[in-house]
């Protein structure tokens, strides 16, 4: 991403305010006092702080790419993460299969008070490539995922609004609004449901740049982890432009594993087996 776009200092204030409001007991506040956007960004920490503390994991995944007429590609994939303290995650994906793209791996350094950082080695050029603000709308390896949604975003790269609950399922869900600070964004706005209960998301509409529903991500199967942390077993996002459609499917969560931070270097890319 870059850094002339978002700069520190834009950052700070508002990871300040994130503060102020995290620290406000929430019990003093009714809903009827807060506005949507305080009460949509109370939303958004609450969901943030769930899924803090899982410290690393590691995961299988099969991509599942289907065009508008049926036709189907596989790929094979591993990923893992590390949560930083007082910093974003560090995350790897790395394509084992079909021959032709094993090896190419999404290296991400997330960041909470900077923009973040994206690189994809090339195994055949024996290349590193870091990825610009303005190629994270691009399709990631040809997929209906672009590059910034493989990613977890951190809560102070967007403003928030609340817009409502209502029945999702046998579940209650709140629907809020995600506003991305990042102007390069190739979203305008996020439109997200969450269970009141477990603050799992289960559906996402995407909005491009002319505000226009662009793609839709919906969450399913999930399991829960060392008692506390959620994981959903198969995401599908469904592109409303073209037809087409990408499935993840997750398995072998492996919580636990002790991964260093030197893991998730671009050095580290180069040496992906």
Same mark, same amino acid.
């Given at each position: 991403?870059?850094?002339?776009?978002?700069?520190?200092?834009?950052?700070?204030?508002?990871?300040?305010?994130?503060?102020?409001?995290?620290?406000?007991?929430?019990?003093?506040?009714?809903?009827?006092?807060?506005?949507? $956007?305080?009460?949509?960004?109370?939303?958004?920490?609450?969901?943030?702080?769930?899924?803090?503390?899982?410290?690393?994991?590691?995961?299988?995944?099969?991509?599942?790419?289907?065009?508008?007429?049926?036709?189907?590609?596989?790929?094979?994939?591993?990923?893992?993460?590390?949560?930083?303290? !007082? !910093?974003?995650?560090?995350?790897?994906?790395?394509?084992?299969?079909?021959?032709?793209?094993?090896?190419?791996?999404?290296?991400?350094?997330?960041?909470?008070?900077?923009?973040?950082?994206?690189?994809?080695?090339?195994?055949?050029?024996?290349?590193?490539?870091?990825?610009?603000?303005? $190629?994270?709308?691009?399709?990631?390896?040809?997929? $209906?995922?672009?590059?910034?949604?493989?990613?977890?975003?951190?809560?102070?790269?967007?403003?928030?609004?609340?817009?409502?609950?209502?029945? +999702?399922?046998?579940?209650? +869900?709140?629907?809020?609004?995600?506003?991305?600070?990042?102007?390069?964004?190739?979203?305008?706005?996020?439109?997200?449901?969450?269970?009141?209960?477990?603050?799992?998301?289960?559906?996402? $509409?995407?909005?491009?740049?002319?505000?226009?529903?662009?793609?839709?991500?919906?969450?399913?199967?999930?399991?829960?982890?060392? !008692?506390?942390?959620?994981?959903?077993?198969?995401?599908?996002?469904?592109?409303?432009?073209?037809?087409?459609?990408?499935?993840?499917?997750?398995?072998?969560?492996?919580?636990?594993?002790?991964?260093?931070?030197?893991?998730?270097?671009?050095?580290?890319?180069?040496?992906?087996?």
């Amino acid at each position: 991403m870059d850094l002339t776009l978002q700069s520190t200092p834009f950052f700070i204030p508002f990871a300040l305010l994130l503060l102020l409001l995290w620290l406000s007991p929430i019990s003093s506040v009714s809903a009827q006092e807060e506005t949507p $956007e305080e009460r949509g960004m109370r939303i958004a920490l609450a969901a943030s702080e769930s899924n803090e503390g899982f410290g690393d994991f590691s995961a299988e995944l099969t991509m599942v790419i289907r065009d508008r007429r049926g036709g189907e590609s596989t790929r094979q994939m591993r990923f893992k993460v590390l949560e930083v303290p !007082d !910093d974003g995650d560090k995350s790897l994906f790395v394509f084992d299969q079909p021959r032709d793209v094993k090896g190419t791996a999404l290296l991400t350094h997330a960041h909470i008070n900077a923009p973040d950082d994206q690189w994809l080695y090339l195994p055949a050029l024996q290349k590193v490539k870091r990825i610009s603000a303005s $190629e994270r709308s691009g399709s990631f390896m040809g997929s $209906e995922f672009a590059y910034e949604d493989m990613r977890a975003g951190e809560v102070a790269e967007y403003t928030y609004k609340y817009l409502r609950e209502e029945p +999702c399922g046998e579940l209650t +869900c709140t629907v809020i609004e995600q506003y991305p600070l990042d102007e390069k964004s190739g979203y305008s706005k996020k439109v997200i449901w969450q269970d009141t209960e477990e603050r799992r998301s289960w559906k996402m $509409e995407l909005y491009d740049r002319k505000d226009s529903h662009l793609k839709t991500l919906t969450f399913a199967k999930y399991k829960q982890y060392l !008692d506390k942390y959620w994981r959903a077993e198969e995401q599908t996002m469904e592109n409303h432009l073209t037809g087409a459609s990408t499935v993840l499917k997750w398995t072998e969560f492996e919580f636990g594993k002790n991964l260093e931070e030197s893991e998730f270097t671009q050095t580290a890319l180069r040496r992906i087996r």
